[in-house]
């Protein structure tokens, strides 16, 4: 008897729907998921080290539940790079982003309420939405992946969506927002009834532009969230935060679980922000191979889309899967991540990139043979 999910009494808004991943293949170069290539620095290692054998005797107690050493120092993290004063009244932070968005749809999404985000954007967005019963609303964007304000304006009217996602650098195209854009949305979006306006700044850090940060001046209804996964190179510690109106911040703890945030995150997080400077250099580094990948694509042949991230998307290829298969060929893994004619590629090290651009090499005159 052949038994699967859909013969279980799940809610309706979830058959026939696939999990987020990207395939982990065993190739010698993997750019496929936006981590940062380089480990922790070994000093960083060895504070981690200290902070947890000494949080380690303390674990027969729970943790602080508000976390408030940590929000303190990433609040002053913020105020130091992102060119606004932050206060740890303002700073949330849950177990990675998307349990802050979970969280935050938990707490102004649901059954009944509806959010909308511009696609091709971050998928995540879309199936949390789901898995909290909010309803999602695909936006448009424009040809060359920017958002068109007047058609977004319109659908912001038209849909009156409670929550308004704006991916600024975006996931997966690289592109990063005006703030002019995300003004203009805000904007429109009050215009209709009170909604909440969320920035995702997952990789703000490698942006050429600033952070829209100074836009939460004023607007209680924006909040700007972020991650320690890519520029800190945490992607296995599993950080998120967002900045916010206080109100916010107040909002969240509704909905989170009681000490969400165990005492060995909050302390590895800790040692990490003790060694912000060291963990920018390597994003300086990442941006350097960013824009290096950017121009020897375009040299190659491929049309790329502008990037403020740690990825560049590239194409246009007739058949997309067929291309990213003839990449993995020669042992580089980047990902096919659905957007039509499209794949992206994460910023590695300079071996890995010149691996990749290698392969997009001899992909090319494999096309230019055949075709």
């Given at each position: 008897m052949?038994f699967g999910?859909?013969?279980?009494p799940v ?9 987020y991943?990207a395939?982990?293949?065993?190739v010698p170069v993997r750019l496929?998921?936006?981590e940062?290539?380089y480990p ?5 290692v060895e504070?981690?080290a200290?902070?947890v054998?000494e949080a380690?005797r303390?674990?027969?107690r729970?943790?602080d ?9 990433l609040?002053k993290?913020l105020t130091?790079t992102g060119?606004h004063?932050?206060?740890?009244e ?9 349990e802050?968005?979970?969280?935050f ?9 509806t959010?909308i985000g511009?696609e091709p954007?971050?998928s995540m ?12 609303i695909?936006g448009?964007?424009?040809?060359d992946?920017?958002i ?5 304006e319109k659908a912001?009217?038209g849909h009156?969506?409670?929550v308004v ?10 592109n990063a927002?005006p ?5 203009a949305?805000y904007?429109?979006a009050q215009a209709?009834?009170p909604?909440?306006?969320?920035v ?14 100074p836009?939460l001046e004023?607007?209680?209804h924006?909040?700007v969230?972020?991650?320690m996964?890519k ?10 935060y967002l900045?916010?109106h206080?109100?916010?911040?107040d ?6 679980l009681?000490y969400h945030?165990s ?5 590895t997080?800790?040692?990490?922000l003790e060694h912000t400077d060291?963990l920018?250099?390597y994003v ?5 191979e960013?824009d290096?990948?950017?121009?020897e694509l375009r040299?190659?042949?491929c049309d790329?889309?502008?990037s403020?991230a740690n ?7 007739e058949?997309s899967?067929?291309?990213?298969r003839r ?5 580089v ?5 659905g957007?039509?004619?499209?794949l992206?590629?994460t ?8 691996a990749?651009?290698?392969a997009?090499r001899d ?9």
């Amino acid at each position: 008897m052949n038994f699967g999910i859909d013969d279980l009494p799940v809610r309706d808004e979830l058959r026939g729907k696939s999990p987020y991943g990207a395939p982990q293949l065993d190739v010698p170069v993997r750019l496929n998921t936006n981590e940062n290539p380089y480990p922790l620095p070994e000093p960083l290692v060895e504070r981690i080290a200290e902070r947890v054998r000494e949080a380690a005797r303390g674990l027969n107690r729970y943790p602080d539940r508000d976390a408030v050493e940590l929000r303190t120092e990433l609040a002053k993290y913020l105020t130091r790079t992102g060119g606004h004063r932050v206060g740890p009244e303002n700073v949330w932070a849950a177990n990675g982003s998307n349990e802050v968005i979970q969280q935050f749809l938990q707490a102004f999404g649901g059954p009944g309420r509806t959010a909308i985000g511009f696609e091709p954007s971050y998928s995540m967005h879309a199936l949390i939405a789901r898995g909290t019963g909010t309803g999602w609303i695909s936006g448009p964007r424009g040809a060359d992946f920017t958002i068109d304000v007047a058609a977004a304006e319109k659908a912001v009217a038209g849909h009156r969506p409670d929550v308004v996602f704006v991916t600024t650098p975006n996931n997966p195209t690289g592109n990063a927002v005006p703030a002019d854009t995300v003004l203009a949305l805000y904007e429109a979006a009050q215009a209709v009834k009170p909604t909440m306006v969320v920035v995702d700044e997952a990789y703000v850090e490698f942006s050429h532009g600033a952070s829209l940060l100074p836009l939460l001046e004023g607007r209680p209804h924006l909040v700007v969230s972020r991650t320690m996964s890519k520029a800190f190179g945490a992607a296995g510690l599993r950080l998120g935060y967002l900045a916010a109106h206080p109100a916010v911040v107040d909002a969240l703890q509704l909905v989170r679980l009681p000490y969400h945030l165990s005492a060995i995150t909050q302390v590895t997080a800790l040692a990490a922000l003790e060694h912000t400077d060291t963990l920018l250099g390597y994003v300086e580094q990442l941006k350097s191979e960013r824009d290096r990948l950017v121009g020897e694509l375009r040299a190659i042949g491929c049309d790329v889309t502008e990037s403020d991230a740690n990825f560049v998307q590239f194409g246009r290829f007739e058949d997309s899967h067929d291309a990213w298969r003839r990449i993995l060929d020669r042992g580089v893994l980047v990902r096919d991540n659905g957007v039509p004619g499209w794949l992206r590629v994460t910023a590695g090290t300079p071996a890995e990139n010149d691996a990749f651009l290698d392969a997009v090499r001899d992909l090319k005159k494999e096309q230019e043979q055949s075709g």
